[in-house]
């Protein structure tokens, strides 16, 4: 019988829009229950309004807490005594921390310590220090679509060329033509990267997303019934296999230092990285190439490819 985990969710009106209240929920809703919900804030203000219509409608509960100095957020501090209340207090697995806030990174740190799962929502704004302390980071502007927020949404969230990067560091671990689950995949890439989410990048489902790469393919395992991925026979790697040949038949020697294979085919392609791949290293790369062999730290031709 599968175990429901109990939700702890703790929202900082200050720093939480109430248009993203919805996608909180939808969010929590395949994860578990919300056996605690509570919303922080002055509500004797007036910027409070908007958010108490949604009160009953979400079953949130308010906790007040007044402003007493101008300028100083004493929300912070009500949310994090509750949440180390509730810690020693209720059974609860995972706590979800709705803000934008940065104060709230030491209090997600704490909690983690005590084996607690900690999700972190905001908007992208939010200072990475907190995002990358949560076990994974949900951007609610970018989930809800909110288009106001996209500028900002491109500097936090990781690029592309990096989750590509990572995965086929990841593949590069393993035997050459080996298979991987895609679900290993993505487990790996959000412990790596709290806020890693497909949909950030604008793909409903995480099959989809590795489909727009070109440096590893979609495989089916009909023993397991799921999805694995390997990498793809690049044709810019027969591209550069062939340009190392042509550079080593113009070298009077046929032979050329690795350092300087290196230089020109970075030169002549500049995106270039072994790790696109699969490879750790240049040397393990320039090895697998037929025609050629390596002599101390020299990529030589064949007599045979001559011909």
């Known amino acids: 019988m599968e175990t429901t985990?109990?939700?702890a969710l703790l929202i900082d009106s200050d720093n939480i829009s109430p248009k993203y209240v919805e996608t909180?929920?939808?969010?929590l809703k395949d994860i578990g229950t919300v056996t605690i919900k509570r919303i922080y804030g002055d509500w004797t203000l007036e910027q409070a309004r908007s958010w108490k219509a949604l009160l009953p409608k979400y079953a949130l509960m308010p906790m007040q807490q007044?402003?007493?100095t101008q300028g100083k957020n004493s929300t912070d501090s009500a949310?994090?005594?509750d949440?180390?209340?509730i810690l020693y207090s209720k059974e609860v697995d995972v706590f979800c921390l709705a803000s934008s806030d940065s104060d709230f990174t030491r209090l997600a740190a704490r909690l983690r310590e005590e084996g607690k799962q900690v999700i972190g929502m905001g908007e992208s704004k939010t200072p990475k220090a907190f995002v990358n302390v949560c076990d994974s980071f949900r951007?609610?502007?970018v989930l809800s679509g909110d288009m106001d927020s996209a500028d900002s949404a491109v500097g936090s969230i990781t690029p592309r060329k990096e989750i590509e990067m990572e995965i086929l560091s990841m593949l590069s671990q393993k035997e050459v033509g080996a298979r991987v689950q895609i679900s290993v995949i993505k487990d790996a890439l959000q412990r790596k990267y709290p806020d890693f989410d497909e949909r950030n990048y604008g793909f409903s489902k995480f099959s989809v997303f590795l489909k727009s790469f070109n440096a590893f393919k979609i495989v089916p395992d009909t023993h397991r019934n799921t999805l694995c991925i390997c990498q793809e026979d690049s044709a810019q790697k027969a591209e550069i296999e062939s340009f190392v040949l042509q550079q080593l038949k113009k070298s009077r020697t046929k032979r050329l230092n690795i350092g300087e294979i290196n230089s020109r085919i970075t030169e002549r392609?500049?995106?270039f990285s072994v790790k696109l791949f699969g490879y750790k290293q240049i040397k393990l790369f320039l090895s697998d190439m037929d025609g050629v062999e390596i002599e101390n730290c020299d990529l030589v031709l064949k007599k045979e490819a001559l011909q």
């Open 66 to 68: 007044y402003a007493y």
């Open 79 to 81: 949310m994090i005594i």
């Open 24 to 27: 909180v929920f939808d969010e």
């Open 5 to 7: 985990l109990n939700i």
């Open 269 to 271: 392609f500049p995106d």
């Open 83 to 85: 949440a180390m209340d």
């Open 139 to 141: 951007y609610l502007d």
